[in-house]
T-cell receptor, first 112, second 116 residues
Framework: KQEVTQIPAALSVPEGENLVLNCSFT??????LQWFRQDPGKGLTSLLL?????REQTSGRLNASLDKSSGRSTLYIAASQPGDSATYLC???????????FGKGTRLHILP | EAEVAQSPRYKITEKSQAVAFWCDPI?????LYWYRQILGQGPELLVQ????????DSQLPKDRFSAERLKGVDSTLKIQPAELGDSAMYLC??????????????FGPGTRLTVL
């Protein structure tokens, strides 16, 4: 059974720093992996989606990498801003027609 | 920009009462999902529709929960009777086609349910 783990559960960093959020999954056979952002009390916003054949995806200050063999993905945020404060969720789709499995998220707080 | 709409945004009810949530997916999206998210946890799939048909409802507590998507467009999720443990965020999402390459799910703002 696929399980998705995100460590740490919470993270506080000063504004301007580069940071990395981690996601690990137990079964390396995945279809794709997706990173979401969730603001308090709100829905999820998709940030990046990486297909199993890809190694990374970039959008603005965000870069997500995927290493299937080690069961890991990282979300890199460059030059963090207070507006980046949110919960970041990692989700894995095991197979093309499978439901996606979410981690519990990392709650990020950027200190002004 | 097209969005997934949900209503109400907040709902407070007493246990044993009935509640209903509504979702309108992005126009043209054939697949619709209902998730439940308990505070501090990731969302868990309750039910998935492909057009008007249920594809996966394995995690839906069918003794009290029901979901329908009669015309294959908007959907309603109902809980009757509500229990204290049902307090959570209920999220609706839609995607263009189930299982398609780069099949990205788009989420609505959610309905925050509090059962007293």
């Amino acid at each position: 059974k696929q399980e998705v783990t995100q460590i740490p559960a919470a993270l506080s960093v000063p504004e301007g720093e580069n940071l990395v959020l981690n996601c690990s999954f137990t079964d390396s056979a995945i279809y794709n992996l997706q990173w979401f952002r969730q603001d308090p009390g709100k829905g999820l916003t998709s940030l990046l989606l990486i297909q199993s054949s890809q190694r990374e995806q970039t959008s603005g200050r965000l870069n997500a990498s995927l290493d299937k063999s080690s069961g890991r993905s990282t979300l890199y945020i460059a030059a963090s801003q207070p507006g980046d404060s949110a919960t970041y969720l990692c989700a894995v789709r095991p197979g093309r027609d499978d439901k996606i499995i979410f981690g519990k998220g990392t709650r990020l707080h950027i200190l002004p | 920009e097209a969005e997934v709409a949900q209503s109400p945004r907040y709902k407070i009810t007493e246990k044993s009462q009935a509640v209903a949530f509504w979702c309108d997916p992005i126009s043209g999206h054939a697949t619709l999902y209902w998730y439940r998210q308990i505070l501090g946890q990731g969302p868990e799939l309750l039910v998935q529709f492909q057009d008007e048909s249920v594809v996966d409802d394995s995690q839906l507590p069918k003794d009290r929960f029901s979901a329908e998507r009669l015309k294959g467009v908007d959907s309603t999720l109902k809980i009757q009777p509500a229990e204290l443990g049902d307090s959570a965020m209920y999220l609706c999402a839609s995607s263009l086609v189930q299982g398609a390459a780069y099949n990205e799910q788009f989420f609505g703002p959610g309905t925050r349910l509090t059962v007293l």
